[in-house]
C-alpha cells in the first residue's frame, strides 16, 4: 500500500509540475518558466504562412527568426539560447486561438510574436489572458482595446488614422473635403473607419461627403466598387482612406488603375499598404499614392540601412524567396524590436517569468531601426513617430509629412470617449 502510494505520489508530482505555478484547472501548466530549459527557452511565432495574408505575415516570421538568430549569437538570453516553435494559423482565425493554445500549453513557450489582423488577435485574447502569457503584436490597429496580456508594438489611431486625415485635409494633401472609406470587412477597418468617422465629423464633414463601404477577404472584383468611387471623384476633392487588407489589395489598385484613375484624381491613402505588399504589385500606375506609417524602408538613418542590408542578407543566406531582394516596412520593424524588447525587459527583470517581465516593460526606451522609441508607462503601448508616404516607381516611399516628436499612443480614441471614460484592462495575473 505505502509503494502504491509512493507511486502515486512520484506520478502526480510528473504530470502537474508539482513546485511550479498553479495549473488552471485542466492539468496544464501556465508558468512561462516552464518554456525554459537548462540550456534554452522557446518563443512561439504565430504568424499566417499560407491563406489571404501570408503576402503580409510570413515576411513577420522571417524578420523574428533573424532577431533570434542575432540574439543567440551574441550569447542569448540570460545565458540561454532561443528556441523559436513557428506555426501556421493558415490565414484561419480559429486556427489562430488553437495553434496559440499549443504554443502556450504543449510547446511552454515563454512569449510569443504573432498575428496580424485584429481578427487573429481578438481570436488568441482569451487564450493569452486564460493562461497569463505574453503576446507581442506588431501591427498597426484600431485601438479600443488594452489587455495586460499583450503589447502593441504597431500604432494606435493617433498615431496613425487620424494623423493621415489631417493630411489629406491640409493644403499640402490637397484639401480633401469628400472621404471614401474602403476596408475588409472584419474589425479593424470597422472599427478603424468608425475612429474616422467621428474625427471627419468633428471637423465639420457633411455625412453625403462620406461613403463607407466593405469586401470580404480575398475579395477580387473591383469593378463595380471603383465605378462607385470615379463617380465619387468626379467633383475633385475626394480621396479614398484604405483598410483593405491582404491580397485583395493587388485586384483593387489594378482594377483602379485600369479605369483610368491616378492619384491626382483621387488619391488613396492606405493604411496596409506597405513595401512588402507593393512587391506584389505593378507599380507604376501606383506612383503617387500615400500610406501612413511609422516606418518606412528609405529612412536615412545609419541603423535603419544596416537593419535593411540584414535583413537582405538573411533572406538570401535562408534562401527565403526573394533573397536579396526583400524590403523591409513597418510591421517587419515592429516585429524585429518586439522581440529585442522582450529581451531587454527578460535582463531586466532577471527573469522569464511573465508578471516579472511585463513590469519590466513599462516604461522601458530603446533603439530601433526606425530610430529611439519608447514603450508606454502603463496602456502596453509604443511611443512611435509617424510618417506619410508617397508611392514611388521603384516600390519606395517618399516620405512627404513626419512629426517632429515621438506620438504618445492612446490606447481608446478620444473621439470616440469625449468623456475620457475608458475600460479597465483586461487579463493580467
Not at 74 to 99: N, R, T, Y
Not at 141 to 148: D, I
Not at 237 to 262: M, R, W
Request: some cysteine; hydrophobic content about 40%.
Amino acid at each position: 500500500m505505502r509503494k502504491t502510494l509512493l507511486l502515486f505520489v512520484l506520478l502526480c508530482m510528473v504530470t502537474t509540475g508539482c513546485g511550479k505555478k498553479a495549473t488552471d484547472g485542466s492539468g496544464e501548466v501556465s508558468s512561462a518558466d516552464e518554456s525554459s530549459s537548462e540550456d534554452t527557452v522557446k518563443i512561439g511565432i504565430l504568424h499566417s504562412l499560407s491563406g489571404t495574408m501570408a503576402i503580409s505575415e510570413t515576411s513577420l516570421r522571417d524578420v523574428v527568426l533573424m532577431a533570434v538568430e542575432e540574439i543567440n549569437s551574441s550569447g542569448g538570453v540570460l545565458g540561454k539560447q532561443i528556441e523559436p516553435v513557428a506555426v501556421d494559423p493558415a490565414s484561419d482565425w480559429d486556427l489562430f486561438a488553437e495553434k496559440a493554445k499549443d504554443l502556450i500549453n504543449s510547446d511552454k513557450v515563454s512569449v510569443t510574436f504573432g498575428c496580424w489582423t485584429s481578427v487573429s488577435r481578438k481570436s488568441v485574447l482569451p487564450v493569452f489572458e486564460e493562461y497569463n502569457s505574453l503576446l507581442f503584436y506588431p501591427v498597426q490597429y484600431e485601438g479600443e482595446e488594452q489587455s495586460l496580456n499583450v503589447f502593441y508594438t504597431g500604432a494606435t489611431p493617433n498615431q496613425q488614422l487620424i494623423p493621415a486625415a489631417e493630411y489629406l485635409m491640409s493644403e499640402d494633401g490637397g484639401n480633401c473635403k469628400k472621404f471614401y472609406l474602403l476596408g475588409t470587412d472584419y474589425v479593424f477597418p470597422r472599427t478603424a473607419n468608425k475612429v474616422l468617422k467621428a474625427f471627419l465629423k468633428s471637423t465639420g464633414v457633411a455625412d453625403e461627403d462620406i461613403i463607407e463601404e466593405y469586401t470580404p477577404f480575398h475579395h477580387q472584383d473591383y469593378q463595380t466598387i471603383v465605378g462607385k468611387i470615379k463617380a465619387f471623384a468626379a467633383g475633385g476633392d475626394a480621396c479614398i482612406l484604405s483598410t483593405i487588407n491582404g491580397d485583395s489589395n493587388v485586384p483593387f489598385y489594378k482594377e483602379f488603375a485600369n479605369q483610368g484613375l491616378t492619384s491626382s484624381d483621387c488619391p488613396i491613402m492606405a493604411f496596409s499598404v506597405a513595401e512588402d505588399e507593393l512587391r506584389a504589385m505593378d507599380v507604376p500606375p501606383l506612383v503617387g499614392h500615400l500610406a501612413a506609417w511609422n516606418y518606412f524602408q528609405s529612412l536615412d538613418l545609419a541603423e535603419n540601412a544596416k537593419f535593411v542590408a540584414n535583413f537582405k542578407a538573411y533572406c538570401e543566406k535562408e534562401s527565403l524567396p526573394g533573397g536579396n531582394s526583400r524590403v523591409t516596412d513597418d510591421p517587419i520593424e515592429a516585429a524585429y524590436f518586439g522581440v529585442y524588447v522582450w529581451k531587454a525587459a527578460v535582463e531586466k527583470a532577471g527573469s522569464f517569468d511573465v508578471d516579472k517581465v511585463r513590469a519590466a516593460v513599462y516604461g522601458l526606451e530603446f533603439d530601433a531601426p526606425g530610430g529611439p522609441k519608447k514603450m508606454h508607462d502603463s496602456n502596453q503601448h509604443t511611443h512611435k513617430p509617424v510618417y506619410i508616404g508617397e508611392i514611388l516607381a521603384n516600390g519606395q516611399f517618399q516620405i512627404v509629412y513626419q512629426t517632429d516628436d515621438l506620438v504618445v499612443p492612446d490606447s481608446y480614441s478620444s473621439y470616440l470617449h469625449t468623456d475620457g471614460n475608458v475600460p479597465a484592462p483586461t487579463g493580467g495575473p
